[in-house]
């Protein structure tokens, strides 16, 4: 990230934009994949904000762990994630937004069960939610307990 950056700052600012525009896009999900949000600053800039479009659409569905909007950005804009050749990458988020969603419901809810947890997600199965709530409690995401009897 910190040679992103610095590609960045030496770049020229007014020519060069085609190389501005795919390490911003490398930045841009490195940055989500450390776990921090890229300012909306970055995607506002006029000669970034076209070509920037479909990372400000999935930096929108990471910061707001909505699994679904995430899988719809992927869907809409995969040909141009795999042009880019930051598909892979950007794959590897689902567990960034995964993380997000289990964090935002732990300050939500006291009290949940695996499969409120699963609709909420929308995961196939009640174990699955499970599994992930316990891989977050055990990751330090959030401070919770499972209670396997009540479910």
Do not use: C, M, W
Not at 98 to 107: F, H, M, Q, W, Y
Not at 127 to 139: G, L, Q, S, Y
């Amino acid at each position: 990230h910190k040679h992103l950056v610095q590609a960045l700052r030496k770049a020229p600012q007014t020519a060069a934009v085609g190389f501005r525009q795919t390490v911003q896009k490398l930045a841009i999900v490195v940055e989500l994949l450390l776990g921090d949000i890229p300012e909306r600053a970055i995607f506002r800039q006029a000669p970034l904000r076209k070509a920037l479009a479909p990372y400000f659409q999935l930096t929108q569905a990471v910061r707001l762990g909505n699994l679904q909007r995430f899988g719809e950005v992927l869907e809409n804009f995969g040909p141009q994630f795999r042009t880019d050749h930051t598909f892979t990458l950007i794959l590897r988020l689902r567990q960034n937004v995964i993380k997000t969603a289990i964090r935002s419901i732990g300050l939500s809810y006291s009290r949940i069960s695996p499969k409120d947890i699963a609709r909420k997600l929308g995961l196939d199965s009640a174990e699955d939610a499970e599994f992930i709530v316990a891989k977050a409690i055990r990751d330090g995401v959030i401070e919770a307990t499972l209670d396997p009897e009540k479910g």
